[in-house]
């Protein structure tokens, strides 16, 4: 680092030059380590790199995004669905094992839409329509009851081996997002009218509220005035189904509401302060990707401990049982102002320089080891957008959808 460049700075420059590192001639890897399942294209990291290639403009990385939604697009299947990973090398394309990953189809829209908006290229989403269109009919598909909110099974998104299941915040504001470029891209009045409506649906159905009770966007009556009993603090329900309700923290659903025009701006002020007052560890300023951490004592325990494809991964304070996410902490932060940002950014760049840029998967939450994966290009990414949003005001959800 030269004495005139800050840790903030070093931090950018590191994360730069880790997505540079990620290029192929067919679209970024998910890390440099060439270990279990990252040599792979992966429609949620590969999104996630390339919106901090478009923030920060560098055209060598854009092109390559480029490829990434390009091979993506080429092994879309006749639903509309698009894989979770493509294995160039073996000719491998995944669209999950024990589930479909249902957020690689919205990541996918949501990258599609955000090149488009970007780079104010009019023929690339010309060229790529029926294929966005194909896969917003897919994802219509998963309103199974037909009447909004998508039904997401467990281990459908990015918390493949965590509890999430059912009308999953998290996969609905994602959704959100990506109606809400299109429709600001297109002006189709069909695609307008589906967002206004699951806009008003998540503002109602995680946000219990007496008043609400008998309003018809309520999914289950009975279901929702036990919530109203149940809900103790400004934080939504995380998910429900037809017999339950949530209300533990996913703080990457709640960073993506806090940065989107959902809720008011109060609510949005309300949620971050109780956030960042009682889900942080005072020691350690990552986030934790959900809280609290789930113990063999907690009834979701035999939930949790028989969800995993390899071997069991969430044990208290590891991976997304209470492990802390660079990933979802730069999607938290980017919601914060200036003033209240740039603290937090330095933070952030601290402990990614404490161990020397290997941007790790994440940090046991109470020992604050650097664990799982290292040299992942979505660490790296989500740095970029929280650098980008807090220094130079570039607000994700505004660029995406031009709202």
Known sequence: MTPQMTTRQEAREKSVALLHELITDVGFLAAKEDVENYERIWSRDGVVAGIASLLIG??????????????????????????????????????????????????????IMAFAKLTNDTSFFEERKQSVDSALFYLRCLELNGRGLLYIPQG???????????????????????????????????TITQKNKLRKLIAINYFPDEKHCDNPLVYDKALYRYAVTQRSTPLPASYFTNHSIRFNTDTFAIALLLSCDILEQQQRDDIREYVRANIKHNSFPIFPAFHPVITPKDIEWAHLNLNFLYEFRNKPNQYHNGGL??????????????????????????????????????YHGTTFKAMGTTQLGFSAASYLIAYESIVNGKDIYSIISGV
Request: hydrophobic share 35%; proline share 3%.
């Open 156 to 190: 459908g998104d990015w918390a493949d081996e965590y509890i999430n299941h059912g009308y999953i915040l998290f996969d609905e504001v994602l959704y959100y997002y990506a109606l809400s470029a299109y429709a600001q891209h297109t002006d189709d009045q069909k």
């Open 325 to 362: 996410w660079p990933l979802v902490h730069g999607f938290f932060i980017s919601s914060f102002s200036k003033k209240d940002g740039l603290g937090a950014l330095d933070d952030f760049a601290n402990v990614l320089a404490r161990d020397k840029y290997i941007f790790p998967e994440y």
């Open 58 to 111: 560098d055209e060598k990385l854009i092109a390559t995004f480029k490829k990434t939604l390009d091979l993506l697009g080429a092994h879309q299947d006749e639903t509309g669905r698009i894989p979770s990973n493509v294995t160039p090398r073996k000719g491998h394309v995944s669209y999950g094992t024990t589930v479909g990953r249902v957020d690689a189809t919205i990541w996918y829209v949501i990258g």
